[in-house]
């Protein structure tokens, strides 16, 4: 029996398989707002039925978007475009979750195929925002960005309680704080990138304390029955960095505040960082918050096969696997990998007839 296409259950969810489809910025947004792209693209992954397609990234203000053509839900006229969507998925018999996101520092840049060279305010951009006045980037534009006062971070924790209540609203089952990468929560949390000295700053609670506002925020204006993910950088590979004792220790603290699965990705805080990428290379941190956490975790990085896949959740080493690269390569990964495991797959009707076992 493979669990991979088990089902699974977190509070009120039932996902039908393990796969989940990782949240991958597709730069194809105008202001924000999810259209034809974003329906077809995720709409594609829910016909190739993954258990839970998760959205990109979706900007909480227009200034946390890492470029300006990110998804957005900074205002209530984001909800019916992604409503559109969420009903699609809903229609496949799929999962649908929405990422919320401030990128601070590492905004107000062009897309990947421009470049992705940090845009000046002149050219369009923004000025940027962060715990700490440290750039992130250099080269030709640099921009030193912001350090956020009190009451400025007081808007952004209400922005991401407000883009959670417009999320339930656009009909997703689930939300992931997105606090990983080194965009504005990891900036909090890392102490590379907060040189803080208010409650904000210095010690590791303090660190912790923007990410924890989030998060408790956003639990109480979800329903109770919806599970709340949390993707970390749970190694920034840096001297000085967070390591996986840290995220342990987050961990814990974001389950007590009704976190239900901690995505373990890592790295992205800063540039001098020395990741030893191979296959798997994220799993054991999602097995050692997992087991010392006592909490549901997400598996990333370089899985590509259901064979894998089912390996990692078979050893317990995490109880979701998020796909990206793959899933951008195949969008019938489940479908054919439940081929290939010699389990029926759950071909739409539509496309019964290119089953190949048929
Ligand atoms: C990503 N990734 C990513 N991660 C995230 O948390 N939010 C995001 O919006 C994005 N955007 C994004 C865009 C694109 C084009 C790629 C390829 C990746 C990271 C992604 O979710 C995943 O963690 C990594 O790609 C590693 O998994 P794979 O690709 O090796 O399966």
Redesign the pocket.
């Given at each position: 029996m493979s669990k991979l296409y088990s089902s699974y259950t977190l509070r009120g969810l039932e996902l039908t398989n393990r796969i989940v489809v990782?949240?991958?910025?597709q730069y194809s947004a105008e202001n924000g707002m999810a259209n034809d792209w974003h329906l077809v693209h995720l709409g594609s992954r829910a016909v190739g039925d993954a258990g839970l397609v998760f959205t990109?990234?979706a900007a909480v203000l227009p200034e946390g978007r890492i470029s300006p053509s990110d998804l957005g839900i900074w205002s209530d006229k984001h909800i019916k475009p992604l409503k559109r969507i969420t009903t699609f998925i809903k229609a496949q018999g799929v999962s649908s979750g929405i990422?919320l996101s401030h990128a601070g520092r590492k905004a107000s840049c062009q897309p990947p195929w421009e470049g992705g060279k940090q845009i000046s305010p002149l050219a369009g951009g923004w000025h940027t925002v962060a715990p700490s006045s440290i750039p992130f980037y250099k080269g030709d534009v640099v921009l030193v960005p912001l350090e956020l006062s009190i009451e400025e971070i007081q808007v952004i924790i209400k922005s991401f309680v407000k883009a959670a209540k417009r999320a339930v609203t656009a009909g997703f089952d689930t939300i992931e704080i997105?606090a990983?990468?080194g965009y504005l929560l990891n900036q909090f949390l890392s102490p590379l990138t907060n040189k803080r000295n208010d409650k904000y700053g210095g010690s590791f609670e303090n660190r912790m304390r923007l990410l924890i506002e989030v998060t408790k925020g956003i639990r109480s204006v979800i329903p109770q029955e919806m599970p709340l993910f949390v993707?970390i950088s749970a190694e920034e590979w840096a001297s000085g960095g967070h390591t996986i004792n840290e995220s342990v220790e987050v961990s814990k603290v974001l389950k007590t505040n009704g976190v239900d699965l901690i995505d373990c990705?890592s790295g992205g805080v800063v540039r001098q960082q020395n990741i030893p990428v191979k296959v798997n290379y994220q799993v054991p941190f999602a097995e050692r918050i997992k087991k010392e956490v006592n909490i549901a975790t997400g598996a990333?990085?370089?899985?590509t096969d259901v064979f894998q896949a089912d390996d990692i959740l078979d050893k317990d080493e995490a109880d979701l696997i998020?796909?990206?690269?793959?899933m951008?390569r195949n969008p019938y990964f489940a479908l054919l990998g439940a081929d290939q495991m010699h389990i029926i797959p759950n071909w739409p009707k539509q496309y019964e007839r290119g089953n190949p076992r048929k």
């Amino acid at each position: 029996m493979s669990k991979l296409y088990s089902s699974y259950t977190l509070r009120g969810l039932e996902l039908t398989n393990r796969i989940v489809v990782s949240p991958m910025c597709q730069y194809s947004a105008e202001n924000g707002m999810a259209n034809d792209w974003h329906l077809v693209h995720l709409g594609s992954r829910a016909v190739g039925d993954a258990g839970l397609v998760f959205t990109e990234a979706a900007a909480v203000l227009p200034e946390g978007r890492i470029s300006p053509s990110d998804l957005g839900i900074w205002s209530d006229k984001h909800i019916k475009p992604l409503k559109r969507i969420t009903t699609f998925i809903k229609a496949q018999g799929v999962s649908s979750g929405i990422q919320l996101s401030h990128a601070g520092r590492k905004a107000s840049c062009q897309p990947p195929w421009e470049g992705g060279k940090q845009i000046s305010p002149l050219a369009g951009g923004w000025h940027t925002v962060a715990p700490s006045s440290i750039p992130f980037y250099k080269g030709d534009v640099v921009l030193v960005p912001l350090e956020l006062s009190i009451e400025e971070i007081q808007v952004i924790i209400k922005s991401f309680v407000k883009a959670a209540k417009r999320a339930v609203t656009a009909g997703f089952d689930t939300i992931e704080i997105h606090a990983a990468h080194g965009y504005l929560l990891n900036q909090f949390l890392s102490p590379l990138t907060n040189k803080r000295n208010d409650k904000y700053g210095g010690s590791f609670e303090n660190r912790m304390r923007l990410l924890i506002e989030v998060t408790k925020g956003i639990r109480s204006v979800i329903p109770q029955e919806m599970p709340l993910f949390v993707r970390i950088s749970a190694e920034e590979w840096a001297s000085g960095g967070h390591t996986i004792n840290e995220s342990v220790e987050v961990s814990k603290v974001l389950k007590t505040n009704g976190v239900d699965l901690i995505d373990c990705s890592s790295g992205g805080v800063v540039r001098q960082q020395n990741i030893p990428v191979k296959v798997n290379y994220q799993v054991p941190f999602a097995e050692r918050i997992k087991k010392e956490v006592n909490i549901a975790t997400g598996a990333v990085g370089l899985i590509t096969d259901v064979f894998q896949a089912d390996d990692i959740l078979d050893k317990d080493e995490a109880d979701l696997i998020f796909i990206g690269r793959e899933m951008l390569r195949n969008p019938y990964f489940a479908l054919l990998g439940a081929d290939q495991m010699h389990i029926i797959p759950n071909w739409p009707k539509q496309y019964e007839r290119g089953n190949p076992r048929k």
